[in-house]
């Protein structure tokens, strides 16, 4: 679920904080930098485990900073495929189950990953899993806040880097005071979460932690 990655960086460190030790401001603004932020194709950045080299400090013509490359190890949540988790469901959609594990909320168990035959409950918006029995059908009923233990099956990566405005052309002109944006609905996108697991449930002892339980 966690690991260390290594990685290189050129950190800035103001004048105000070279009273400090080194290391203490280097990681400081590593932290500051990369702490709670998906870095793609890596995971979710948590916490700097150490500092393994540092390079020299200079000082560039009209900036009062130093600079430092920096070689250090960060903990980086990134669960393998095929790994067992435990979470809570967060709330559930026509989408599937959503899943939170505190730190992290982009987990979703698509609807043909549940245990079937499933079934969304519109009224009370909630997944259901029709357990068969000799004595016919029980709902279970997939509430939130309820623990889960799911498998990751796929992850997703976004590359949400900042681009720059699109320019709609146009055969026809602009009049004068008439505007040149698009409308709402199409100039307002779904933003995308940067990392997402997909979760499955659809095998024996996964699912809610009650199911198994009782």
């Known amino acids: 679920m966690f690991m260390l990655v290594e990685m290189v960086d050129t950190v800035r460190i103001l004048p105000s904080d070279f009273e400090k030790q080194l290391n203490d401001a280097v990681a400081e603004e590593l932290n500051k930098k990369l702490a709670n932020k998906v870095v793609y194709n890596v995971g979710?950045?948590?916490?700097l485990y150490d500092i393994t080299k540092l390079e020299d400090s200079y000082i560039f013509p009209g900036d009062g900073a130093s600079h430092t490359k920096v070689h250090f190890r960060f903990v980086v949540f990134h669960p393998f495929l095929d790994e067992?988790?435990?979470?809570?469901?967060?709330?559930?959609?026509?989408?599937?189950?959503?899943v939170t594990m505190d730190f992290f909320d982009d987990i979703l168990i698509p609807p043909e990953s549940l245990q079937q035959p499933a079934k969304f409950d519109e009224a009370e918006q909630v997944w259901v899993w029709e357990y068969e029995t000799d004595e016919g059908a029980h709902d279970l009923y997939m509430d939130q806040g309820e623990e889960i233990r799911f498998k990751v099956a796929d992850e997703v990566f976004v590359d949400t880097s900042p681009t720059g405005p699109t320019v709609a052309t146009s055969d026809t002109?602009?009049?004068p005071g008439q505007s040149t944006a698009p409308p709402a609905e199409e100039s307002a996108e779904k933003k995308e979460a940067p990392y997402t697991l997909i979760g499955t449930i659809c095998e024996p002892g996964l699912g809610l932690l009650s199911w198994w339980n009782s």
Do not use: M, R, T, W
């Not at 979710?44 to 916490?47: F, P, S």
């Open 44 to 47: 979710l950045c948590i916490c």
């Open 173 to 175: 002109p602009a009049q």
């Open 84 to 98: 067992i988790l435990i979470g809570k469901i967060k709330y559930c959609s026509q989408e599937g189950v959503h």
